[in-house]
């Protein structure tokens, strides 16, 4: 089994800079593309942005400028600095792996989600 624990929500204040980070833990071989999304109240879960395991990341329009994704493959984690956060990025973040993992005989894909972490943005 693989599991992602998020950490660093909470209640922050318009314009504060928070950072996010998941870890990944269990049977992993390997850490595809991470990624963050967020869901807010009665809106569909939405991308925020993604790190493959080399090349380019990619954000939604809404935080490009403001947030900056990064990994760190020696601890299987990723990290999501929100920086000039809005009123309107209060949502649950959650953390996304599509992850390797190999049993005696075969090795699968398949993504995982973490929990989620409440961020909330006071005006």
């Known amino acids: 089994q693989v599991h992602l624990v998020e950490s660093g929500g909470g209640l922050v204040q318009a314009g504060g800079s928070p950072r996010l980070s998941c870890a990944a833990s269990?049977?992993?071989?390997?850490?595809?593309?991470m990624g963050w999304y967020r869901q807010a109240p009665e809106k569909q879960r939405e991308l925020v942005a993604t790190?493959?395991?080399?090349?380019?990341?990619n954000y939604a329009d809404s935080v490009k400028g403001r947030f900056t994704i990064s990994r760190d493959n020696a601890k299987n984690t990723v990290y999501l600095q929100m920086n000039s956060l809005k009123p309107e990025d209060t949502a649950v973040y959650y953390c996304?792996?599509?992850?390797?993992?190999?049993?005696?005989?075969?090795?699968?894909?398949?993504?995982?989600w973490g929990q989620g972490t409440q961020v909330t943005v006071s005006s």
């Open positions: 996304n792996a599509d992850v390797t993992y190999c049993s005696r005989y075969q090795c699968y894909d398949s993504p995982y």
């Open positions: 790190i493959p395991n080399g090349g380019s990341t």
């Open positions: 269990g049977n992993i071989f390997s850490i595809n593309a």
